[in-house]
């Protein structure tokens, strides 16, 4: 019913940028806190940063600075810039957003997740 769908992930050397893209799509209501996630194989999916509907941001301190996130409500869409990258923000990527959907339920959804590598 709800497909959240990132893009924009990829090879970049350090010290460079990229930007992730977020579009959910399907039976939406409105969307409440979206965000973004990372995960490295053999640890914990982390937190990399959330907005709110009002577009209140909380950053994870490794990324504070560097990253930024913004949302367009009326696209149901995150985005995540993310400057001067380093070796260690290699991970998968994955978008997060707590939805009401149109059968009155309210649940998150991830997206399937964007590969983003760093090179040294």
């Known amino acids: 019913q709800v497909q959240l769908v990132e893009s924009g992930g990829g090879l970049v050397q350090a010290g460079g940028s990229l930007r992730l893209s977020c579009a959910a799509s399907g039976r939406i209501v409105s969307i409440n806190n979206m965000g973004w996630y990372r995960q490295v194989p053999g640890k914990q999916r982390e937190l990399v940063a959330t907005?709110?509907?009002?577009?209140?941001?909380n950053y994870a301190d490794s990324v504070k600075g560097r990253f930024t996130i913004s949302r367009d409500n009326a696209k149901n869409t995150v985005y995540l810039q993310m400057n001067s990258l380093k070796p260690e923000d290699t991970a998968v990527y994955y978008c997060?957003?707590?939805?009401?959907?149109?059968?009155?339920?309210?649940?998150?959804?991830w997206g399937q997740g964007t590969q983003v590598t760093v090179s040294s």
């Open positions: 907005i709110t509907d009002s577009s209140t941001t």
């Open positions: 997060y957003g707590d939805v009401w959907s149109t059968d009155y339920r309210f649940r998150g959804y």
